[in-house]
């Protein structure tokens, strides 16, 4: 009798036990259903494995899981289940680091500086030209020997390129003996920009008498002097200044009934008749 009571106590205890793993297996799987389908969660199981998936279904008592790889499911009893956690809650914060911004360009200052009229600019000849086989308005090129400086900085750099045509051309044969060649300067480009500007005209005529040689018309005593110098020697400059102080001319040397020649090379003084704007860094 005694063995019988102790036996109908050790049951009703095992039904006791197994009621209360059944009723905490069933507060953890409706745990699990307020999670909705396709939540990506971890579960712990009573045997501290791990797995996790996304949730493809809770029927009954067991729990679905969706692995990684496709087509691939999982499946747990939600007795099993000892913990279940979303992803979201158990993955450490990402720190998001903002890029950092761009350096400023710099950025080029662009200014503009305008040349006084009376400039004299430094040029050297690149078109060869002659009384006698030169025409009017055949294109005339020249390079800038000198850089032109407007307080201490550099606003037409050596190299520019003047362009222009000639205005006269008459061999000393169709004029009585007098030779007349003129040309004058029209535009200049220095690197990528272009301006037009105004210029004196160059002219030359060769006098018809020994005595007088040549006149060059249109530029200043300095420049005279030095054209006077190169194509007559001392008489020439001598000429080109004192004419050139008197009258605004220059005088060059040349012998009655010669022609006007001026080779490819020459250097000349140009003289700028209006101011010009220049736009430059």
């Given at each position: ?26 507060t953890r ?108 308005e055949q ?93 007559g020697g ?48």
């Amino acid at each position: 009798m005694r063995l019988l009571r102790q036996s109908a106590l050790f049951g009703s205890a095992v039904k006791t036990l197994a009621v209360v793993l059944v009723t905490a297996g069933c507060t953890r799987a409706e745990a699990i259903e307020k999670i909705p389908t396709g939540t990506e969660v971890t579960v712990v199981t009573q045997d501290g494995s791990t797995v996790r998936g996304k949730i493809v279904s809770v029927e009954g008592n067991v729990v679905k899981l969706a692995g990684e790889s496709p087509n691939s499911t999982t499946e747990i009893t939600r007795s099993r289940i000892s913990e279940v956690k979303r992803v979201a809650d158990v993955t450490p914060a990402t720190t998001i680091e903002t890029p950092a911004a761009p350096a400023p360009r710099e950025v080029d200052v662009v200014r503009n500086v305008t040349i006084p009229d009376n400039t004299v600019l430094d040029v050297t000849l690149n078109t060869a030209l002659a009384s006698d086989t030169s025409r009017v308005e055949q294109p005339v090129n020249a390079t800038l020997a000198s850089p032109v400086v407007v307080d201490g900085v550099t606003v037409i750099p050596s190299g520019s390129a003047l362009s222009g045509h000639v205005t006269n051309a008459q061999g000393s044969g169709k004029v009585k003996g007098r030779a007349r060649l003129g040309f004058r300067f029209t535009r200049l480009t220095t690197g990528s920009a272009t301006y037009d500007i105004d210029t004196k005209p160059l002219g030359y005529m060769a006098e018809a008498t020994k005595k007088d040689d040549a006149v060059k018309v249109g530029v200043g005593a300095a420049a005279g002097a030095v054209i006077g110098a190169i194509t007559g020697g001392k008489k020439g400059a001598a000429i080109g200044t004192a004419v050139g102080a008197g009258a605004g001319t220059g005088v060059v040397l040349a012998t009655d009934g010669k022609e006007i020649r001026l080779a490819e090379g020459r250097r000349l003084k140009v003289s700028l008749t209006n101011p010009l704007t220049i736009r430059t860094k």
